[in-house]
Nanobody, 123 residues
């Protein structure tokens, strides 16, 4: 069982930046971020593979968000720049093993989830 602990959410004005962190108690093959706004389904944001470091982003955040990792600390980061009001959501860290590329954007493919951290962008 892998435990995930997120940190770094908060309130920021549109155009600002935030950095989220997710520390894992063990190593998995992929770690990523999803988000869920009120009344909406959980949606994919970004993911990174531990082996090789391949990264994938949703179209809505590409060019603004950057996912990275610290191998020694089993920690993944999400640097969020040029934040928009529509980025407001609860952000969840997710991790899993053996996820094929075509399933990386599916929440159901991930075995472990963090508790979520609120990101609020004021317009």
């Amino acid at each position: 069982q892998v435990q995930l602990v997120e940190s770094g959410g908060g309130l920021v004005q549109a155009g600002g930046s935030l950095r989220l962190s997710c520390a894992a108690s063990g190593r998995t093959s992929a770690m990523g971020w999803f988000r869920q706004a009120p009344g909406k389904e959980r949606e994919f944001v970004a993911v990174i593979r531990w082996t090789g470091g391949s990264v994938y982003y949703s179209d809505s955040v590409k060019g603004r968000f950057t996912i990275s990792r610290d191998n020694a600390k089993n920690t993944v980061f999400l640097q969020m720049n040029s934040l928009k009001f529509e980025d407001t959501a609860v952000y969840y860290c997710a991790a899993g093993n053996g996820i094929i590329q075509s399933s990386l954007r599916r929440a159901s493919a991930y075995d472990y989830w963090g508790q979520g951290t609120q990101v609020t962008v004021s317009s």
